[in-house]
């Protein structure tokens, strides 16, 4: 992995031990408050969690599998306020929720179609007040929830009353301005929306 300043100046680099199988990273997220930057390692179905001082690993979190703590395909991350990790867990579709020292806290979701259900779980967002945002790649929907894994509603047309519907979304951000930023995979292109006025959102 390496690390870049903002205007794009190359700093250093974080190299995987020798001792652990080559890894797949498809994410990254930083804890500042605890100097550690976190690693999704998808084909090796774990987290990797380096000293950002040190650039050495500490540990890692989870392993294959369909338990608690376990996931198979992990694929991308965030961090809430209180630095716990969400992780998106695609084919056992599901959120797991991990705090900061790698504990099983929570999922969310479940493989389905229906409300609160997921069947190609990718993209993963927070936004101020603590809700989790979900993007379907497969059914082309973003949802939305509680921090305790309750489904609120969908990301919606308030022109239209109804779902939105977005072409394959995969990753998902929401900036401090509270405006959403979608990557519509097969509709190769960012959408951005601001939450409230433009998805319906306004809880």
């Given at each position: 992995?390496?690390?870049f300043s903002p205007?794009?100046?190359?700093i250093?680099?974080i190299?995987?031990?020798?001792?652990?199988?080559?890894a797949?990273?498809?994410?990254v997220?930083?804890?500042?408050?605890r100097?550690?930057c976190?690693v999704?390692?998808?084909?090796?179905h774990?987290?990797l969690?380096?000293d950002?001082?040190?650039?050495?690993?500490?540990?890692?979190?989870?392993s294959?599998?369909?338990?608690k703590?376990e996931?198979?395909?992990?694929?991308?991350?965030?961090?809430?306020?209180?630095?716990?990790l969400y992780?998106?867990?695609?084919?056992?579709?599901?959120?797991q929720?991990l705090n900061?020292?790698?504990?099983?806290?929570?999922?969310?979701?479940?493989?389905?179609?229906?409300?609160?259900?997921?069947?190609?779980?990718k993209?993963i967002?927070?936004?101020?007040k603590?809700r989790?945002y979900?993007s379907?790649?497969?059914?082309g929907?973003i949802?939305?929830f509680?921090?305790e894994?309750?489904?609120?509603?969908?990301v919606?047309?308030?022109?239209?009353g109804?779902?939105?519907?977005?072409?394959?979304?995969v990753?998902?951000?929401i900036?401090?301005?509270?405006?959403?930023?979608?990557?519509?995979?097969?509709g190769?292109k960012?959408s951005?929306y601001?939450i409230?006025k433009?998805?319906?959102?306004?809880n």
């Amino acid at each position: 992995m390496q690390i870049f300043s903002p205007r794009g100046n190359y700093i250093s680099q974080i190299k995987l031990p020798k001792d652990l199988a080559r890894a797949d990273p498809t994410d990254v997220a930083v804890d500042e408050a605890r100097n550690r930057c976190y690693v999704v390692d998808n084909e090796n179905h774990y987290i990797l969690v380096y000293d950002l001082a040190t650039h050495h690993l500490l540990n890692t979190y989870g392993s294959p599998g369909m338990e608690k703590r376990e996931f198979r395909y992990p694929f991308l991350m965030t961090l809430d306020e209180e630095d716990y990790l969400y992780i998106v867990d695609v084919i056992n579709t599901r959120i797991q929720v991990l705090n900061p020292e790698g504990l099983f806290v929570t999922y969310i979701g479940g493989w389905g179609v229906e409300k609160g259900q997921f069947f190609r779980p990718k993209g993963i967002a927070i936004d101020k007040k603590g809700r989790v945002y979900v993007s379907d790649s497969y059914m082309g929907v973003i949802q939305v929830f509680n921090k305790e894994g309750d489904f609120i509603s969908a990301v919606g047309d308030p022109k239209k009353g109804a779902v939105r519907k977005f072409t394959s979304p995969v990753g998902i951000f929401i900036d401090n301005s509270n405006r959403l930023y979608v990557v519509e995979m097969f509709g190769e292109k960012v959408s951005v929306y601001s939450i409230g006025k433009d998805t319906g959102d306004n809880n």
